[in-house]
């Protein structure tokens, strides 16, 4: 599993990024996608997730309204809209495969392989 996610960078308080998630290694379309984030000292934590086809997206109480996840099959790419940006979305943003997205959340990563990650500050 391959996974290359960008998009990331510095931001004012109420600012916008699109970040996105290349894959390669495994059956993309087959497959439930998730961005997680993590900070300095906390564990990596699911944010959103979106369903093999797109049919099911979950986002994370602290970022829905402000998130979107989508994926393009065909590019084998997920992307995260982040809008109306907080300090506290501050963290290194990854995208993973996972077993399972749905109404309990975001399920756990598929093979644990996470890729480099993309940093977002939302700082003013």
């Known amino acids: 599993v391959q996974l290359q996610a960008s998009g990331g960078g510095k931001v004012q308080p109420g600012g916008s990024l699109r970040l996105s998630c290349v894959a390669s290694?495994?059956?993309?379309?087959?497959?439930?996608i998730g961005w997680f984030r993590q900070v300095p000292g906390k564990e990596r934590e699911g944010v959103s997730c979106?369903?093999?086809?797109?049919?099911?997206?979950y986002h994370e109480d602290s970022v829905k309204g402000r998130f979107t996840i989508s994926r393009d099959n065909a590019k084998n790419t997920a992307y995260l809209q982040m809008s109306r940006l907080r300090p506290e979305d501050t963290a290194v943003y990854y995208c993973?495969?996972?077993?399972?997205?749905?109404?309990?959340?975001?399920?756990?990563?598929?093979?644990?392989?996470w890729g480099q990650g993309t940093q977002v500050t939302v700082s003013s």
């Open positions: 993973s495969p996972t077993n399972g997205c749905g109404a309990s959340g975001v399920g756990p990563p598929f093979r644990s392989s």
């Open positions: 290694g495994f059956v993309f379309d087959a497959r439930s």
């Open positions: 979106i369903s093999s086809r797109g049919h099911i997206r």
